[in-house]
């Protein structure tokens, strides 16, 4: 009987794959390992699986909070898809239940993180040419504001009237203070 310090390993048994992928479309390493936690439990021909926040918190070290603010990031990035669910107590009242997970195919994945690189390209190079342009306005503006002629007043004279029956002090508001104190 020969000792065999290394059992000989399964490739069908207690490992899951995670497409590399993951690793290109600038994932953050808490988003990382729970999309891989929630590839670990999902249903190998649904896609789909239900863990709680506090299972997957116990299971890569973090509070249900963060596990909820995660959930919400993947979502947003089109990774996963989640339903709620609906529990019965033993008294037949509807409980809110686990979420259910559904794992979206990582080609539409990248599909979806390409375009939004495109766009984001896109709106930058907008802003580039808006800020050229407008580089471009305010050099002939100043060309222009230095050939304004100089017969007239940057600011109304003292004997001009601003507005319309916006008259100076009368010498009877001055007095009102005197008169009140």
């Avoid at 490739?11 to 993951?22: G, T």
């Avoid at 100089?150 to 508001?173: K, L, N, T, W």
Wanted: aromatic share 12%.
């Amino acid at each position: 009987m020969s000792y065999n310090k290394w059992p000989k390993r399964s490739a069908e048994k207690n490992y899951f794959m995670v497409p590399n992928e993951i690793f290109s479309i600038g994932l953050d390493y808490r988003e990382i390992s729970l999309y891989i936690y929630l590839l670990r439990c999902e249903n190998r021909k649904t896609y789909q699986c239900y863990p709680s926040y506090k299972t997957i918190g116990h299971a890569i070290g973090m509070s249900e909070n963060t596990v909820a603010k995660y959930v919400r990031q993947l979502e947003e990035k089109g990774l996963i898809y989640t339903e709620p669910t609906i529990m019965q107590s033993k008294d037949g009242k509807p409980l809110n239940g686990n979420l259910l997970y559904t794992i979206r195919p990582i080609p539409g994945v990248l599909e979806a993180f390409y375009e939004r690189q495109f766009r984001q390209a896109e709106e930058a190079a907008a802003r580039y040419r808006a800020a050229q342009l407008l580089e471009k306005f305010n050099a002939q503006s100043r060309q222009n504001a230095l050939c304004v002629p100089s017969q007239e007043e940057a600011s109304p004279s003292p004997c001009q009237r601003i507005e319309p029956g916006c008259e100076p002090f009368s010498a009877d508001f001055c007095r009102t203070k005197e008169k009140a104190g």
